[in-house]
Protein backbone atom coordinates (compact mmCIF):
# COMPACT_ATOMS: atom_id res chain seq x y z
CA UNK A 1 0.00 0.00 0.00
CA UNK A 2 0.98 3.68 -0.23
CA UNK A 3 0.95 4.95 2.88
CA UNK A 4 1.65 8.39 4.46
CA UNK A 5 2.06 8.96 7.51
CA UNK A 6 2.12 12.65 9.39
CA UNK A 7 3.77 13.54 12.21
CA UNK A 8 6.72 10.94 11.11
CA UNK A 9 9.13 12.10 12.47
CA UNK A 10 7.67 11.82 16.62
CA UNK A 11 7.62 9.17 19.14
CA UNK A 12 5.21 7.08 17.27
CA UNK A 13 5.12 8.09 13.96
CA UNK A 14 9.05 7.22 13.51
CA UNK A 15 9.08 3.58 14.27
CA UNK A 16 5.48 3.07 12.65
CA UNK A 17 7.15 4.48 9.45
CA UNK A 18 9.94 2.31 9.81
CA UNK A 19 7.92 -0.98 10.34
CA UNK A 20 5.52 -0.62 7.58
CA UNK A 21 8.33 0.06 4.96
CA UNK A 22 10.22 -2.41 6.45
CA UNK A 23 7.39 -4.77 5.30
CA UNK A 24 7.48 -3.87 1.62
CA UNK A 25 4.44 -0.62 1.92
CA UNK A 26 5.69 2.64 -0.05
CA UNK A 27 5.77 4.83 3.23
CA UNK A 28 6.16 8.40 2.79
CA UNK A 29 6.51 11.31 5.91
CA UNK A 30 5.09 14.33 6.52
CA UNK A 31 6.29 16.33 9.16
CA UNK A 32 7.56 20.15 10.10
CA UNK A 33 9.80 19.32 13.07
CA UNK A 34 8.12 21.60 14.84
CA UNK A 35 7.90 19.26 18.01
CA UNK A 36 11.46 19.78 18.21
CA UNK A 37 11.00 23.46 18.57
CA UNK A 38 8.70 22.83 21.60
CA UNK A 39 11.66 20.98 23.05
CA UNK A 40 13.94 23.94 22.64
CA UNK A 41 11.44 26.27 24.40
CA UNK A 42 10.69 24.10 26.90
CA UNK A 43 14.84 23.41 27.35
CA UNK A 44 14.57 19.74 27.00
CA UNK A 45 15.66 17.22 24.70
CA UNK A 46 14.96 13.45 24.09
CA UNK A 47 16.87 11.33 26.38
CA UNK A 48 18.76 9.45 23.59
CA UNK A 49 19.79 12.30 21.14
CA UNK A 50 17.98 12.13 17.70
CA UNK A 51 19.22 13.03 14.56
CA UNK A 52 17.84 15.51 12.16
CA UNK A 53 14.72 14.32 9.79
CA UNK A 54 16.60 14.29 6.94
CA UNK A 55 19.37 12.40 8.58
CA UNK A 56 17.35 9.59 9.62
CA UNK A 57 15.39 9.50 6.40
CA UNK A 58 18.61 9.56 4.48
CA UNK A 59 19.98 6.12 6.94
CA UNK A 60 16.86 4.60 6.78
CA UNK A 61 16.84 4.80 2.79
CA UNK A 62 19.79 3.03 2.64
CA UNK A 63 17.61 0.06 4.83
CA UNK A 64 14.29 0.23 3.22
CA UNK A 65 13.12 -2.09 0.83
CA UNK A 66 11.01 -0.20 -1.49
CA UNK A 67 11.06 3.58 -2.31
CA UNK A 68 10.56 5.41 1.26
CA UNK A 69 9.98 9.97 1.06
CA UNK A 70 9.87 13.07 3.19
CA UNK A 71 7.74 15.73 3.14
CA UNK A 72 8.88 18.74 4.88
CA UNK A 73 5.10 20.66 4.91
CA UNK A 74 2.86 21.95 8.32
CA UNK A 75 -0.43 20.54 8.28
CA UNK A 76 -1.47 24.07 8.56
CA UNK A 77 -0.53 24.81 5.55
CA UNK A 78 -3.43 24.18 2.71
CA UNK A 79 -1.25 24.50 -0.26
CA UNK A 80 1.59 22.82 0.99
CA UNK A 81 -0.30 19.88 2.26
CA UNK A 82 -2.63 19.68 -0.79
CA UNK A 83 1.15 19.49 -3.15
CA UNK A 84 2.34 16.24 -0.71
CA UNK A 85 -0.63 14.42 -1.41
CA UNK A 86 -1.25 15.37 -4.72
CA UNK A 87 2.23 14.08 -5.67
CA UNK A 88 1.75 11.15 -3.26
CA UNK A 89 -1.59 9.80 -4.04
CA UNK A 90 -1.66 7.69 -0.51
CA UNK A 91 -4.34 4.83 -0.07
CA UNK A 92 -3.89 5.10 3.46
CA UNK A 93 -3.04 8.37 5.59
CA UNK A 94 -2.03 7.50 9.37
CA UNK A 95 -2.16 11.01 11.28
CA UNK A 96 -0.19 11.54 13.89
CA UNK A 97 0.96 15.46 13.72
CA UNK A 98 -0.10 17.26 16.36
CA UNK A 99 0.87 18.59 19.58
CA UNK A 100 0.12 15.63 22.19
CA UNK A 101 0.96 17.02 25.32
CA UNK A 102 -1.75 17.52 28.19
CA UNK A 103 0.65 20.12 30.28
CA UNK A 104 1.78 21.56 27.02
CA UNK A 105 -1.95 22.53 25.91
CA UNK A 106 -2.25 23.49 30.00
CA UNK A 107 0.78 26.22 30.38
CA UNK A 108 -1.25 29.18 29.71
CA UNK A 109 -4.40 30.46 26.99
CA UNK A 110 -1.83 30.81 23.99
CA UNK A 111 -0.22 27.09 24.25
CA UNK A 112 -4.23 26.35 24.70
CA UNK A 113 -4.91 28.49 21.98
CA UNK A 114 -2.29 26.84 19.86
CA UNK A 115 -2.84 23.32 20.62
CA UNK A 116 -6.69 23.40 19.36
CA UNK A 117 -5.76 25.72 16.27
CA UNK A 118 -2.68 23.38 15.47
CA UNK A 119 -4.19 20.05 15.92
CA UNK A 120 -7.92 20.60 15.01
CA UNK A 121 -6.95 23.24 12.05
CA UNK A 122 -4.68 20.45 10.83
CA UNK A 123 -7.06 17.87 10.59
CA UNK A 124 -9.93 19.73 8.92
CA UNK A 125 -6.87 20.62 6.29
CA UNK A 126 -6.52 17.17 5.80
CA UNK A 127 -10.37 16.13 5.71
CA UNK A 128 -11.14 18.94 3.12
CA UNK A 129 -7.77 17.61 1.01
CA UNK A 130 -9.41 13.47 1.47
CA UNK A 131 -12.70 14.95 -0.46
CA UNK A 132 -10.79 16.69 -3.09
CA UNK A 133 -8.25 14.58 -3.91
CA UNK A 134 -8.16 10.86 -2.42
CA UNK A 135 -11.66 10.50 -1.51
CA UNK A 136 -11.17 6.76 -1.39
CA UNK A 137 -8.36 7.23 1.11
CA UNK A 138 -8.87 5.80 4.22
CA UNK A 139 -7.61 8.15 6.94
CA UNK A 140 -6.36 6.43 10.59
CA UNK A 141 -6.37 8.88 12.78
CA UNK A 142 -4.93 8.91 15.96
CA UNK A 143 -7.40 9.74 19.05
CA UNK A 144 -6.72 9.48 22.43
CA UNK A 145 -8.49 7.09 25.68
CA UNK A 146 -8.60 10.80 27.70
CA UNK A 147 -11.88 11.81 24.81
CA UNK A 148 -14.01 9.42 27.22
CA UNK A 149 -12.84 10.54 30.75
CA UNK A 150 -12.99 8.61 33.26
CA UNK A 151 -17.07 7.80 33.47
CA UNK A 152 -18.24 5.54 36.94
CA UNK A 153 -19.59 3.32 34.11
CA UNK A 154 -17.43 1.02 31.25
CA UNK A 155 -16.50 2.46 28.49
CA UNK A 156 -17.35 1.33 24.99
CA UNK A 157 -15.36 1.48 21.75
CA UNK A 158 -16.60 4.83 20.50
CA UNK A 159 -20.28 4.08 21.04
CA UNK A 160 -23.23 3.50 23.50
CA UNK A 161 -26.05 2.09 22.86
CA UNK A 162 -28.67 3.81 25.01
CA UNK A 163 -32.40 3.64 26.11
CA UNK A 164 -34.10 6.93 26.77
CA UNK A 165 -37.77 7.36 27.32
CA UNK A 166 -39.10 4.06 25.68
CA UNK A 167 -36.62 4.91 22.65
CA UNK A 168 -33.23 3.18 21.56
CA UNK A 169 -29.70 4.52 19.85
CA UNK A 170 -26.61 4.10 19.59
CA UNK A 171 -24.81 7.07 20.10
CA UNK A 172 -21.21 8.59 20.20
CA UNK A 173 -19.38 7.64 23.36
CA UNK A 174 -20.16 10.57 25.57
CA UNK A 175 -16.30 12.81 26.23
CA UNK A 176 -15.05 14.45 29.57
CA UNK A 177 -11.38 15.00 28.30
CA UNK A 178 -9.02 15.98 31.20
CA UNK A 179 -7.15 18.73 29.49
CA UNK A 180 -7.38 21.42 26.39
CA UNK A 181 -5.17 18.98 24.20
CA UNK A 182 -7.98 15.99 25.01
CA UNK A 183 -10.28 18.47 24.06
CA UNK A 184 -8.92 19.30 20.95
CA UNK A 185 -8.87 15.25 20.31
CA UNK A 186 -12.27 15.46 20.85
CA UNK A 187 -13.29 18.71 18.41
CA UNK A 188 -11.38 16.54 16.13
CA UNK A 189 -13.45 13.47 16.31
CA UNK A 190 -16.52 15.44 15.75
CA UNK A 191 -15.07 17.07 12.41
CA UNK A 192 -14.55 13.36 11.24
CA UNK A 193 -17.52 11.62 12.33
CA UNK A 194 -19.36 14.91 10.15
CA UNK A 195 -16.51 13.97 6.99
CA UNK A 196 -17.46 10.35 6.57
CA UNK A 197 -21.11 10.68 7.16
CA UNK A 198 -20.92 14.00 4.74
CA UNK A 199 -18.55 13.34 2.37
CA UNK A 200 -18.58 9.24 2.55
CA UNK A 201 -15.20 9.07 3.26
CA UNK A 202 -13.86 6.23 5.47
CA UNK A 203 -11.95 6.95 8.61
CA UNK A 204 -10.95 4.66 11.59
CA UNK A 205 -10.70 6.92 15.09
CA UNK A 206 -7.63 4.91 16.97
CA UNK A 207 -8.00 6.10 20.57
CA UNK A 208 -4.56 5.07 22.00
CA UNK A 209 -3.97 4.74 25.72
CA UNK A 210 -0.33 5.85 27.39
CA UNK A 211 2.29 4.32 25.07
CA UNK A 212 5.21 3.02 27.10
CA UNK A 213 8.39 1.45 25.30
CA UNK A 214 11.24 3.12 23.54
CA UNK A 215 12.66 0.83 20.10
CA UNK A 216 11.32 -1.26 17.93
CA UNK A 217 12.94 -3.79 15.33
CA UNK A 218 13.57 -1.42 13.14
CA UNK A 219 14.66 1.72 15.16
CA UNK A 220 17.71 -0.60 16.39
CA UNK A 221 18.79 -1.53 13.07
CA UNK A 222 21.39 1.38 13.22
CA UNK A 223 21.86 4.40 15.78
CA UNK A 224 21.18 7.15 13.21
CA UNK A 225 17.38 5.24 13.39
CA UNK A 226 16.91 5.46 17.09
CA UNK A 227 13.32 6.74 18.43
CA UNK A 228 13.08 9.44 20.85
CA UNK A 229 12.76 8.74 24.76
CA UNK A 230 10.78 11.74 26.53
CA UNK A 231 10.75 11.84 30.25
CA UNK A 232 10.46 15.58 30.97
CA UNK A 233 7.32 16.58 33.33
CA UNK A 234 5.80 17.68 29.79
CA UNK A 235 6.28 15.48 27.29
CA UNK A 236 7.47 12.47 29.52
CA UNK A 237 4.55 10.01 30.20
CA UNK A 238 3.84 7.82 33.12
CA UNK A 239 5.74 4.82 32.70
CA UNK A 240 8.72 5.97 30.93
CA UNK A 241 9.15 8.57 33.33
CA UNK A 242 9.22 6.65 36.38
CA UNK A 243 12.14 4.54 34.54
CA UNK A 244 14.22 7.98 34.15
CA UNK A 245 13.68 8.65 37.14
CA UNK A 246 14.36 5.24 38.82
CA UNK A 247 17.51 5.43 36.88
CA UNK A 248 18.50 8.73 38.01
CA UNK A 249 18.09 8.28 41.72
CA UNK A 250 15.24 10.39 41.46
CA UNK A 251 11.61 9.61 43.73
CA UNK A 252 9.21 8.02 41.57
CA UNK A 253 6.67 10.70 41.23
CA UNK A 254 3.38 9.86 41.51
CA UNK A 255 0.41 12.24 41.29
CA UNK A 256 -1.48 12.48 44.08
CA UNK A 257 -3.16 9.66 45.84
CA UNK A 258 -2.05 7.37 42.17
CA UNK A 259 -5.89 5.84 41.25
CA UNK A 260 -5.61 7.17 38.18
CA UNK A 261 -5.91 4.58 35.89
CA UNK A 262 -5.45 4.44 32.21
CA UNK A 263 -5.00 1.98 29.79
CA UNK A 264 -1.38 1.50 28.06
CA UNK A 265 0.20 0.09 24.93
CA UNK A 266 3.87 -0.79 24.56
CA UNK A 267 5.10 1.21 21.27
CA UNK A 268 5.62 -2.47 19.87
CA UNK A 269 2.20 -3.01 19.44
CA UNK A 270 1.60 0.69 18.72
CA UNK A 271 3.06 -0.11 15.18
CA UNK A 272 1.27 -3.39 14.60
CA UNK A 273 -2.45 -1.81 15.32
CA UNK A 274 -1.65 0.91 12.69
CA UNK A 275 -0.61 -2.08 10.47
CA UNK A 276 -4.02 -3.46 11.23
CA UNK A 277 -6.18 -0.62 10.98
CA UNK A 278 -4.37 -0.17 7.30
CA UNK A 279 -4.89 -3.70 6.30
CA UNK A 280 -9.18 -3.65 7.26
CA UNK A 281 -10.11 -0.42 6.25
CA UNK A 282 -13.34 1.10 7.24
CA UNK A 283 -15.81 1.38 4.55
CA UNK A 284 -16.72 4.05 2.65
CA UNK A 285 -18.95 6.36 5.08
CA UNK A 286 -17.99 4.60 8.17
CA UNK A 287 -16.37 5.90 10.93
CA UNK A 288 -14.74 3.51 13.16
CA UNK A 289 -13.42 3.37 16.32
CA UNK A 290 -11.12 1.03 17.95
CA UNK A 291 -9.81 1.66 21.41
CA UNK A 292 -5.70 1.09 20.96
CA UNK A 293 -4.33 0.04 24.56
CA UNK A 294 -3.65 -3.65 25.70
CA UNK A 295 -3.66 -3.55 29.85
CA UNK A 296 -4.59 -0.97 32.30
CA UNK A 297 -2.81 0.21 35.11
CA UNK A 298 -3.46 2.61 38.51
CA UNK A 299 -0.32 5.00 38.22
CA UNK A 300 0.22 3.55 41.94
CA UNK A 301 0.59 -0.04 40.04
CA UNK A 302 3.47 1.11 37.47
CA UNK A 303 5.26 2.96 40.15
CA UNK A 304 5.02 -0.28 42.39
CA UNK A 305 6.46 -2.18 39.10
CA UNK A 306 8.81 -0.19 38.49
CA UNK A 307 10.05 0.06 42.25
CA UNK A 308 10.08 -3.88 42.20
CA UNK A 309 12.46 -4.03 38.69
CA UNK A 310 14.34 -1.30 40.08
CA UNK A 311 15.21 -2.84 43.17
CA UNK A 312 16.47 -6.67 41.02
CA UNK A 313 19.15 -3.86 39.71
CA UNK A 314 19.87 -2.45 43.27
CA UNK A 315 18.04 0.51 42.73
CA UNK A 316 16.16 1.86 45.57
CA UNK A 317 13.28 3.70 43.79
CA UNK A 318 11.25 5.66 46.51
CA UNK A 319 7.97 6.45 45.95
CA UNK A 320 6.68 9.85 46.85
CA UNK A 321 3.19 10.81 46.44
CA UNK A 322 3.73 14.54 45.13
CA UNK A 323 0.23 17.37 45.36
CA UNK A 324 -1.33 16.39 41.98
CA UNK A 325 -0.72 19.34 39.37
CA UNK A 326 -3.65 18.50 37.09
CA UNK A 327 -7.30 18.62 37.88
CA UNK A 328 -8.23 14.65 37.75
CA UNK A 329 -10.43 11.46 39.38
CA UNK A 330 -7.26 9.88 41.95
CA UNK A 331 -9.82 7.04 42.75
CA UNK A 332 -12.25 6.36 39.97
CA UNK A 333 -13.55 3.53 38.36
CA UNK A 334 -12.13 2.33 35.40
CA UNK A 335 -13.10 -0.44 32.72
CA UNK A 336 -12.79 0.31 28.87
CA UNK A 337 -13.47 -2.57 26.04
CA UNK A 338 -10.69 -3.06 24.00
CA UNK A 339 -11.16 -6.05 21.92
CA UNK A 340 -12.04 -4.82 18.38
CA UNK A 341 -8.18 -4.94 17.70
CA UNK A 342 -7.45 -8.43 19.11
CA UNK A 343 -10.53 -9.51 16.54
CA UNK A 344 -8.43 -8.37 14.18
CA UNK A 345 -5.13 -9.93 14.95
CA UNK A 346 -3.42 -7.97 17.61
CA UNK A 347 -1.41 -10.53 19.74
CA UNK A 348 -0.69 -7.82 22.54
CA UNK A 349 3.26 -7.67 24.10
CA UNK A 350 2.02 -7.32 27.90
CA UNK A 351 4.26 -5.43 30.04
CA UNK A 352 6.44 -7.71 31.91
CA UNK A 353 9.50 -7.28 34.91
CA UNK A 354 12.29 -7.57 32.18
CA UNK A 355 10.47 -5.02 29.84
CA UNK A 356 10.65 -2.38 32.76
CA UNK A 357 14.15 -3.71 33.73
CA UNK A 358 15.52 -2.96 30.00
CA UNK A 359 13.51 0.65 29.76
CA UNK A 360 15.65 1.39 33.22
CA UNK A 361 18.82 0.16 31.49
CA UNK A 362 18.31 2.33 28.57
CA UNK A 363 18.03 5.43 30.96
CA UNK A 364 20.88 4.45 32.66
CA UNK A 365 23.35 4.03 29.64
CA UNK A 366 22.07 7.67 29.12
CA UNK A 367 22.06 9.22 32.70
CA UNK A 368 24.64 11.49 31.84
CA UNK A 369 21.71 13.52 29.53
CA UNK A 370 19.04 13.38 32.61
CA UNK A 371 18.12 17.01 33.10
CA UNK A 372 17.29 16.27 37.21
CA UNK A 373 15.75 19.78 36.90
CA UNK A 374 12.84 18.73 34.64
CA UNK A 375 11.59 16.35 36.62
CA UNK A 376 9.50 17.62 38.82
CA UNK A 377 6.06 19.07 37.55
CA UNK A 378 6.01 22.61 36.40
CA UNK A 379 2.63 23.12 34.75
CA UNK A 380 -0.44 23.71 36.85
CA UNK A 381 -4.23 23.16 35.42
CA UNK A 382 -5.64 25.58 38.48
P1 LIG B 1 5.31 13.45 19.07
O1 LIG B 1 5.22 14.85 19.59
O2 LIG B 1 6.54 12.67 19.37
O3 LIG B 1 5.13 13.47 17.48
C1 LIG B 1 4.20 14.30 16.84
C2 LIG B 1 4.84 14.77 15.53
O4 LIG B 1 3.91 15.59 14.83
C3 LIG B 1 6.09 15.62 15.77
O5 LIG B 1 7.19 15.09 15.03
C4 LIG B 1 5.70 17.01 15.29
O6 LIG B 1 6.79 17.72 14.70
C5 LIG B 1 4.60 16.70 14.28
N1 LIG B 1 3.64 17.80 14.13
C6 LIG B 1 2.90 18.41 15.07
N2 LIG B 1 2.18 19.41 14.54
C7 LIG B 1 2.47 19.42 13.19
C8 LIG B 1 2.04 20.22 12.11
N3 LIG B 1 1.20 21.24 12.27
N4 LIG B 1 2.51 19.94 10.88
C9 LIG B 1 3.39 18.92 10.68
N5 LIG B 1 3.85 18.13 11.68
C10 LIG B 1 3.39 18.40 12.94
O7 LIG B 1 4.00 12.68 19.56
P2 LIG B 1 3.72 11.11 19.60
O8 LIG B 1 3.92 10.66 20.99
O9 LIG B 1 4.40 10.42 18.51
O10 LIG B 1 2.15 11.10 19.32
C11 LIG B 1 1.67 10.97 18.00
C12 LIG B 1 0.16 10.97 17.99
O11 LIG B 1 -0.35 9.91 18.77
C13 LIG B 1 -0.44 12.26 18.53
O12 LIG B 1 -1.54 12.63 17.75
C14 LIG B 1 -0.88 11.87 19.92
O13 LIG B 1 -1.98 12.63 20.33
C15 LIG B 1 -1.24 10.41 19.75
N6 LIG B 1 -1.08 9.64 21.00
C16 LIG B 1 0.15 9.55 21.60
C17 LIG B 1 0.26 8.84 22.79
C18 LIG B 1 1.58 8.73 23.54
O14 LIG B 1 1.58 8.20 24.66
N7 LIG B 1 2.70 9.17 22.98
C19 LIG B 1 -0.86 8.20 23.33
C20 LIG B 1 -2.10 8.32 22.68
C21 LIG B 1 -2.19 9.04 21.50
N1 LIG C 1 1.20 10.97 36.21
C1 LIG C 1 1.79 10.81 37.44
N2 LIG C 1 3.11 11.08 37.53
C2 LIG C 1 3.87 11.50 36.50
C3 LIG C 1 3.25 11.65 35.23
C4 LIG C 1 1.91 11.39 35.13
O1 LIG C 1 1.15 10.42 38.42
O2 LIG C 1 5.07 11.75 36.68
C5 LIG C 1 -0.24 10.65 36.05
C6 LIG C 1 -1.10 11.80 35.52
O3 LIG C 1 -1.56 12.63 36.57
C7 LIG C 1 -2.21 11.05 34.80
C8 LIG C 1 -1.54 9.77 34.31
O4 LIG C 1 -0.33 9.64 35.07
O5 LIG C 1 -3.21 10.68 35.70
C9 LIG C 1 -1.19 9.78 32.83
O6 LIG C 1 -0.40 10.93 32.54
P1 LIG C 1 0.66 10.92 31.34
O7 LIG C 1 1.42 12.21 31.41
O8 LIG C 1 1.42 9.67 31.35
O9 LIG C 1 -0.30 10.85 30.10
P2 LIG C 1 -1.38 11.87 29.53
O10 LIG C 1 -1.19 13.24 30.01
O11 LIG C 1 -2.72 11.26 29.74
O12 LIG C 1 -1.02 11.89 27.98
C10 LIG C 1 -0.38 10.80 27.31
C11 LIG C 1 0.13 11.33 25.98
C12 LIG C 1 -1.06 11.80 25.15
C13 LIG C 1 -2.07 10.67 25.01
C14 LIG C 1 -2.49 10.13 26.38
C15 LIG C 1 -3.30 8.86 26.28
O13 LIG C 1 1.04 12.41 26.18
O14 LIG C 1 -0.61 12.20 23.87
O15 LIG C 1 -3.19 11.12 24.34
O16 LIG C 1 -1.30 9.75 27.11
S1 LIG C 1 -4.60 8.80 27.47
O17 LIG C 1 -4.03 9.06 28.79
O18 LIG C 1 -5.16 7.49 27.41
O19 LIG C 1 -5.55 9.84 27.10
Redesign the pocket.
Known amino acids: MRILI????????WPTALYLSNKGHEVAI???????EWDQELGIASLISIPTMEERVNEWQKHAPVPFRAYH????DYDQLVNAISEFQPEAIV???????APYSMINREHAVFTQT??IV?TLNLLYIMKEIVPDCHLIK????GEYGTPNIDIEEGYLTIEYNGRTDTLPYPKQPPSM?HLS?VHDSHNIMFACKSWNLRATDLN????YGVQTEETLMHPLLTN?F?YDDV?G?ALNRFCVEAAADHALTVYGQGGQTRGFINIKDTVRCIEIAAMNPAKPGEFRVFN?FTEEFSVQDLANKVQSAANKLNIEAHIEHLPNPRVELEQHYYHAAHTKLVELGLKPHLLQEEDIMSFIQIAMANKDNIRLDKIMPSVSWR
Open positions: TGGDGFCGLDNEIRRVDMRHFAEQRSNNGLGTMYKQGVVRDFTQ
